[in-house]
């Protein structure tokens, strides 16, 4: 039985390289062999015992590679097709995704919903960071990647850019809404970026980091409000004239930001909230307007599925969007403790790094 | 200079009859007579001082009427006419309310958005409890009340009926959703009712009061919780065997039935809250799947102007709803402190009340 | 080789009840045992040869029954259930399924988007006037028939009562809204049932048929108009006291109900059409106000899937309707051809019939 | 009496400078001193006598201006402020505007809802080729125009940008969607930005003119197809590798563009038409999928208001857009017949032109 390189979940505070077999191939499944794939922030709560995983699986969400092998039952693709998979892995045919609610699918359960069961890879199968994948379900999860894009342009579909732009796209944006945009690591980033995509033309983006603060420049922030300098909720106010935003997105999952980005909210607007939380949440009295004051709050997990994929590697290939300038390091997958210590401790700048098996 | 009876807030815990000058009508205005009006429990929460309004000010929400004399540059109105007029009155030419977001309008400012900044009856101008109301921007929100329906019919279409359709229009809801209703006070009825309006299939009401029990299920409900008998939350994934609701409409006001509305929710489920809290809110990390459910939370205040009226006026000249059982009692004006001490204990299973000039 | 007795096309004003072999069942398949199917307007113009279908093919794609056999690959039923299917049976991970578009589903091919691709039954796959129907992608569209359900309960849901319903929502009714009906056929009634349970407060249907304009009142309609009397039109300018109507439903798929259809609407109104037409549509100049009338029209064919099938049940079980009087007529599979006599010719007062094999 | 210069209709063919008396200004009216403003197709229509006004009529409907005088129940606006006011001039109060479709407004009928009622300049008023405009409802419709923005860099906001953007809105485009946009006249062209602005990944536009095939990849086309060159729904097939796209945009009125637009969505598209047609329809029956493709079809008259024209201006005040490279020629009002023989004949590459008083 051949064999292959996975980082695994061992404890809390171990993730290690270890070899396990390459996986069978069920009849709707697809063998990748992984040519790129990353390291997300959802991974380092892993790391650190504060999401629950079972020890010995294999971590990451984010595959780029070549069908190996297909499933007896897989039509419309072939071996050697180089393909993306999203984060979140559908089975298309669940209750929830017959109501467009492809992340929270349960196939095969009673009612077909279950609490972020769209998310499968490094969560409650194996997932990315391994030389092999298998993908569930792979005729709804295949995406191709056009030709001309190379690994690293589309390295940020399955999870970064499809989770920072449902953040914009959650917001409801419309032409000429003002959108601010709390945090800008590298999802915060792909917010803002989708912000400007959806016709915001006034988008305020918030942050600290001089790298992260060129970047979100870069990104399509009109301006960026640097909250070590000024408090964020006085300075959107001014830079609004008072009068507030239309959407706020969240993008870090703390108490501060969520606060703050209601309170940014003009009247009748809309926070689009992508953080993970560790703690309960509080929501002031005053800023909820007692309950009246016509406010949406929407949270939003990464959308997946093919026709995702397809669109979002759409926008790079038009090149409407270049998520390249998030990677900031490349490893080896032989490396991945050490990319996981850089990763976790936001050393030396990085946004997002690279692993390639 | 003539003189009529007006019921006014004179300090917290004193609301009385008083008398003051009819108002002059500007160019906009119209003065309507009063011949029906109601309480709230909006008034209740002023009544304490829980909510401030300027000394001396009328209070009152709801107003059923005879046009008397109207402004200058209205038009398309004739004295005599019987009206309507809702909560909410809008002026029609804000920002807001050009959004579509009327209740937050803030007509005249730099902006255009202020918060329930539509709210103005009882709570920036003299209201409806009197024998006459200057209705603002009257050709906003002047409705006809149709030939054939008496005052107590459409009495509840300014606030609580229009509130509680909100709820179940802000959820979103369509043919074969399931929906839960917390609380069964006259907003929480009109609420169970716009869910079996729009197509909701199981309904489920959460009461104790007998009344108000035989009441819900009079309006639409298909089954009602006692949640002195029940967990309400254990009872209605019973209920649902295991899959949670897709809307649940939050009717009280208390962080109690806003964290029961959260828990019952089916992943990527809605929270329509109607409620006024009187408290910071909390959203517990689990309920709220750490920011990962695909949950919506909206509040909604009661929608106005004459369109929305009406609708709401078609509902019931059409015989799809009647409002009528909710009115439990009856007071002419000069009783009105009577009125509040029985509206405000909530004695001898009153819903609401009319009230005759 | 066991055999099946069918209901097979064999040319143009030809369909037989034939032998067949039972079909094999595929990994994704269910072979189900019909008890109860229908005859579709459809199938009498694949009967006239106006809707080309391969010779030999099993018409009809209303099935009700039990399954007989599962699939390899399918999980979460068993054998026994009963079950229906509906018309068309997306396979849940084309793009089209993944963009919401379930009825225009090319699962497998280059883009995933095919006209009419969801509709197999009877059309692309034999369908369901047989002994045994072999549904695919079986986890995407069986849906368990709730307890105390009979068939001719659960029998319009896969057609019927999906398309009527879609012409209500695809129209967006809110609460409030006038609505007119155009033909009351089995689809137009469920049209009119369809906004009726969705909140529209005017319905005027438009019929002639005795019978049928009974059936419209007994589906919610407030009003009927029969077109033999007075110019439909003008009777619904003078119901809607010249304001006209926010939606239109064209149930009939002819010129002159679409043009009327265009007519009666309000400006902004949306006009939703379910007919299928067997002609050019002509669009008239003065009815589409020049093409600035902010006029939305929209098709829309028969929803399927699993979800869909569950929630019109819903609204069975729950009584919120009753479609069992739209089965006028009842036949044996063995009497297949004199059932197709009596309902392509529309005699006797025909609605829907029941065939049971 | 103070007089002015305007441009009236005076019959077919004769559209002269004459003179007027600067008009009175009512309580809610602002009376507008010209600084630009320009000529529109529709204006075209007026002259040839295609489109009916009365004899005398100043002709024009989009003013750039400053504010001379208020009307005595005008707040919120002083004189001498620098605004724009847009082609449609809601008066906000109607059913109508109340239900957000502010272009059928009629404010004082019976019903509020009149065919193309929220035009009013040029139409069933005077208009803004003149001196001095009266604009009507002032509060609702004057836009103050951003520092530092020129009268050429706002002048397409009241009509050009606000249609082409809305074919883009009424067509819904979600971020990755393919777009086709018929004909790239000055509408077309801010059509193709709108698309742009809201996430359209490849847009393709119609158009043969060299200099407007130019201006199409300026203002954001990734293709244009040469329909004297090759067969636009065959070569729009061609780059979309046979599946269509997701939404047309029809922007020239004509038969043969309607129809190709219709012809080349994917099932399930959405045709948005800003064209002014001058005859029937017609809908091929293929073209229509018979009724079955799930399509939508939406016209749409130019939004108008104040909040509208501040979001447009907005568009322009962080380059987002720009559309001063479609101001091609500039007269002064004193050459409004020489300024209508180039636009009418369409000489020298003519786009719009800016007329000052």
């Known amino acids: 039985m051949p064999r292959m390189k996975a980082a695994v979940f061992v404890e809390p505070g171990r993730i290690v390289l270890d070899e396990k077999p390459i996986p069978d191939v069920g009849p709707h499944d697809a063998l990748v062999r992984i040519t790129t794939t990353t390291i997300c922030g959802t991974d380092v709560h892993i790391l650190k015992g504060e999401y629950p995983v079972a020890r010995g699986l294999t971590i990451g969400h984010e595959p780029v590679g070549v069908i190996e092998k297909l499933g007896s039952a897989v039509q419309g693709y072939h071996e050697g097709q180089r393909v993306v998979a999203g984060a979140i892995t559908p089975s ?11 992340s929270q699918d349960a196939a095969g359960t009673k009612h077909g919903w279950k609490p972020l069961g769209g998310w499968r890879f490094g969560n409650t199968l194996d997932g990315s960071r391994a030389e092999y994948l298998l993908v569930p379900d792979a005729m709804t999860n295949l995406a191709l990647v056009p030709d001309g894009l190379t690994d690293e342009q589309v390295l940020m579909c399955p999870d970064i850019m499809s989770t920072g732009f449902s953040g914009a796209e959650s917001g409801n944006i419309h032409i000429g ?20 995509l959806m016709g915001a033309t006034t988008i305020i983006a918030v942050e600290s980091v001089p790298e992260r603060i060129e970047m979100a420049r870069r990104m399509g922030a009109d301006h960026v409000v640097d909250f070590t300098k000024a408090d964020p909720v006085e300075e959107i106010r001014r830079l609004t004239d008072g009068r507030g935003v239309d959407i ?32 309960d949440l509080k929501i002031p009295l005053d800023a909820f307007l007692a309950g009246l004051g016509d406010h949406t709050i929407r949270t939003t997990l990464c959308p997946g599925g093919k026709e995702r994929m397809r669109r979002l590697m759409g926008a ?28 976790a401790n936001q050393r030396d700048g990085v946004l997002k790094v690279a692993i390639t098996p």
């Open 92 to 102: 298309g045919y669940s209750e929830a995704c017959l109501c467009g609610c492809h």
């Open 177 to 196: 809404d003002t959108v601010a945009v709390f945090a800008q690591g590298s999802i915060g980033l792909c917010a803002t970026a989708g912000a400007r």
């Open 248 to 279: 706020s997105i969240e993008a870090l999952g703390r108490q501060q930001t969520f606060e703050a980005a209601l309170r940014v909210l003009r009247p009748g607007g809309s926070l689009s909230s992508l953080g993970v939380y560790s703690g």
């Open 316 to 343: 790079i290939a038009s090149g409407r969007v270049d998520t390249r300038p998030l990677v900031t390091h490349r490893f080896k997958l032989d490396q991945i403790e050490e990319a996981y210590d850089l990763f």
